[in-house]
């Protein structure tokens, strides 16, 4: 059983700054890669930032330059630094985790429970 949680969402005022944490837990191998995906109302889902096990990363061109993401590997942690924040940043942010477990050679997905994210005056 994999687990992932998601803390660190909140209302922020444009300009503002937050930090998302996503914990993971249970049953993992290794992880591949871990991301942070967004879902805004009446829009898709998309990828916000990613970060492989050999620490590259991978942005959204909307974000670039105002989001950093990172890996405490001892922890299995992915941070989401999101500064200079707008208002179409307002969204749902979700933690995902591509890994594989103890008990299947193949890769494996999981998503956390989301959290949200409200930039606002």
């Known amino acids: 059983q994999v687990r992932l949680v998601e803390s660190g969402g909140g209302l922020v005022q444009p300009g503002g700054s937050l930090r998302l944490s996503c914990a993971a837990s249970g049953s993992i191998f290794s992880i591949n890669a871990m991301g942070w995906y967004r879902q805004a109302p009446g829009k898709q889902r998309e990828l916000v930032a990613a970060?492989?096990?050999?620490?590259?990363?991978n942005y959204a061109d909307s974000v670039k330059g105002r989001f950093t993401v990172s890996r405490d590997n001892a922890e299995n942690t992915m941070y989401l630094q999101m500064n200079s924040l707008k208002p179409e940043d307002t969204a749902d942010y979700y933690c995902?985790?591509?890994?594989?477990?103890?008990?299947?050679?193949?890769?494996?997905?999981?998503w956390g429970q989301g959290t949200l994210v409200t930039v606002s005056s």
């Open positions: 995902h985790l591509n890994y594989y477990s103890d008990f299947d050679a193949d890769a494996l997905d999981a």
């Open positions: 970060i492989t096990r050999g620490g590259a990363t």
